[in-house]
T-cell receptor
């Protein structure tokens, strides 16, 4: 069975500091992995996805994530936090090859301090 | 193009009442999904339509929940009768046929059952 663990339900960083949001997954088959962001009163927006191509995936707003099979991780990073990055971030996994069902982590709420 | 829309944005009902949530997917998206997030928990898959057919409804909690997608366009999710544990945010997502790995989410409907 697939599952996703996001360490830290709340993360605070200073503006300009590195953002690191952790995601570990378990999957019996090569997974597809996703990071979504939800800003207040908006839907989930896709930040980036890994679908078995390059292990370092670049997304929108300077976010990137690295798929590490040996560590079963897909951590999200951004070199320099902006105030506008304050939101809730969700990691999700689905199976490879045409599946549709996402398994989500519990979410990490990012706070950016001035 | 317009995104996924959901109506209403908020609904407050009493236990035992009926509520119907509506989702309008992105035009041309054959795949439509419903998810639910109970407060503090992860976002959980409820069901998946391909056009008007239910592809997978394994996540539906019980028979008080009924989803329809007549004509393969918009979808409704009816809860009858509503219970306290049905409170949460209901998300709808859609994707193109053949691109089921990337789902586009609506803003959600926040349901509160008193």
């Amino acid at each position: 069975a697939q599952s996703v663990t996001q360490l830290g339900s709340h993360v605070s960083v200073s503006e300009g500091a590195l953002v690191l949001l952790r995601c570990n997954y378990s999957s019996s088959v090569p997974p597809y992995l996703f990071w979504y962001v939800q800003y207040p009163n908006q839907g989930l927006q896709l930040l980036l996805k890994y679908t078995s191509a390059a292990t370092l995936v670049k997304g929108i707003n300077d976010f990137e994530a690295e798929f590490k099979k040996s560590e079963t991780s897909f951590h999200l990073t951004k070199p320099s936090a902006h105030m506008s990055d304050a939101a809730e971030y969700f990691c999700a996994v689905s199976k490879a090859a045409g599946t549709y069902k996402y398994i989500f982590g519990t979410g990490t709420r990012l706070k950016v301090l001035a | 193009e317009a995104g996924v829309t959901q109506f209403p944005s908020h609904s407050v009902i009493e236990k035992g009442q009926t509520v119907t949530l509506r989702c309008d997917p992105i035009s041309g998206h054959d795949n439509l999904y419903w998810y639910r997030r109970v407060m503090g928990k992860e976002i959980k898959f409820l069901l998946h339509f391909v056009k008007e057919s239910k592809q997978d409804e394994s996540g539906m909690p019980n028979n008080r929940f009924l989803a329809e997608r007549t004509g393969g366009t918009y979808s409704t999710l009816k809860v009858q009768p509503a219970e306290l544990e049905d409170s949460g945010v209901y998300f709808c997502a859609s994707s193109r046929q053949g691109e089921a790995d990337t789902q586009y989410f609506g803003p959600g409907t926040r349901l509160t059952v008193l």
